[in-house]
């Protein structure tokens, strides 16, 4: 008799590191999944999983598909059309895989930090939300015969993460707070764009997506002021020290105040970084 691998074996990190090193996006998020659904089956049992330690690559691994353009190649369409909302909903998925090996990224690479288990319970939760995010989006792609990978997409995502590969503090800073915080911002008008054009199912997906980025932004706020307790640093300070060095340029209004302080970002944090123009 076979038994499944474990998708655990050899610590939550090396878990992680085998989902940033799986290229296909439907095995990379399947890979997630599994994992996370492992973690928390021993969670709930009372048990805490090996973290362990791993090297995750410096870049996860991409299908060959979509081509990765430079964030000004990538072209502009007109949401007004079906062809235009099915490259935004195509922009979005890419974003959402992206998310996944982010947060995967965060539990490998600073697996040699001290950190209390409800930080693993939380990433491992973003991972696993954002797999099935980028799962709801590839299915309205589908919808909309637009295959994720049959558009092109945008190359510099992974910028961020590689400029705080050092920085635990920097990553949290930039990913979670400023990066998934702009995601609560801009997902109402998209999902008023998708109620406009009677997609009721892409409208559902933008639901579920927008109640659980809520989480994550929150996640990144609480864990960002724990390590500023342990260092004993002014969060608000460090908070922007660290967005105006890793991160390129201003933050950009309208913000959605109530949903950002919802998940723990006063407005102290970000509206001081605010692009004045
Ligand atoms: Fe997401
Ligand atoms: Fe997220």
């Not at 009372?46 to 996860?60: K, L, M, Q, S």
């Not at 693993?120 to 015969?145: C, I, N, P």
């Amino acid at each position: 008799m076979s038994t499944a691998p474990d998708p655990l074996a050899g610590g939550l990190a090396a878990a992680a590191a085998r989902v940033l090193g799986t290229a296909d996006p439907w095995e990379k998020t399947a890979t997630s999944r599994a994992a996370a659904a492992a973690w928390f089956a021993a969670r709930e049992a009372g048990e805490t999983p090996e973290i362990g330690r791993a090297a995750p690559p410096d870049f996860p691994a991409r299908p060959e598909r979509p081509a990765l353009l430079d964030p000004r190649a990538v072209p502009r369409r007109r949401t007004g059309t079906r062809a235009g909302r099915a490259a935004l909903l195509h922009a979005i998925a890419h974003i959402e895989l992206n998310a996944v090996d982010l947060h995967w990224d965060i539990v490998a690479r600073f697996s040699d930090t001290r950190l209390p288990t409800g930080f693993f319970d939380d990433w491992v939760r973003a991972a696993d939300e954002e797999s099935k995010h980028f799962g709801l989006l590839s299915d309205r792609l589908e919808a909309h015969e637009t295959p994720y990978g049959a558009l092109p997409a945008h190359a510099g995502m992974w910028r961020s993460a590689a400029a705080t590969a050092a920085d635990l503090m920097g990553r949290l800073a930039v990913v979670p707070m400023v990066l998934e915080a702009r995601g609560l911002d801009v997902t109402p008008d998209m999902i008023a764009m998708f109620e406009r054009a009677g997609d009721a199912e892409s409208v559902a997906a933008l639901k579920v997506i927008y109640a659980e980025e809520v989480g994550h932004v929150a996640y990144g706020s609480k864990w960002f002021h724990f390590l500023c307790g342990r260092h004993d640093l002014d969060p608000k300070e460090t908070f922007h020290g660290l967005v105006r060095r890793y991160f390129d340029g201003a933050l950009r209004p309208p913000f959605n105040d109530e949903k950002r302080a919802e998940a723990g970002l006063p407005l102290d944090f970000y509206w001081p970084l605010a692009d004045a123009r």
